[in-house]
């Protein structure tokens, strides 16, 4: 089983979206015995609340549940936990680096896995409308399909 922590500032935006997409994908593939993922932010700030009301309205757009997610704060024990942790953005790997402990060698920015990306942070969509929640879903959406495709040819499914 690998596990992996898709992670962000507030973990009510961008890292909600980026499990929920990456759950969903595995579902689809059948593959729930060989992938868990859960997600969390560098902060506590939005501790135990549910993903922000645009990335849920977002989410449902393209037939994906997040509402069931709660916000919880990356803990020190997470390094122990998690074989990937993949940062929305370059602050949260640093983050990840410094704060928690993580090895760099098991953290990438999601965008990393973006081929069309010529910046490798996810925007921070927190405080804008739902077309800048929409842009981010499309950014986070093609990025996890090529993640999960990166593990994929790793493990030789
Ligand atoms: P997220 O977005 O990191 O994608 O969840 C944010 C959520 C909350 C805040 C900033 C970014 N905030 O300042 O509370």
Redesign the pocket.
Known sequence: MIKVLFV??????????AQGVFEDLVKKKGLQDHFYADSA???G??RGEP??EL?CRIAEKYSIDITKQR?RPVTTGDKFEFDYFIA??QS?RSSLIKEFGVDPEKLYCLREFDKTAGDMD?P????SNLASFDD?YKIISRSVEQFLNHLLKKIKL
């Open positions: 962000c500032l507030g973990n009510i935006c961008r890292s909600p979206l932010g560098v902060s700030w939005h993903p922000h990335s916000s929305m953005d949260n996810v921070d969509p927190y405080g981010v």
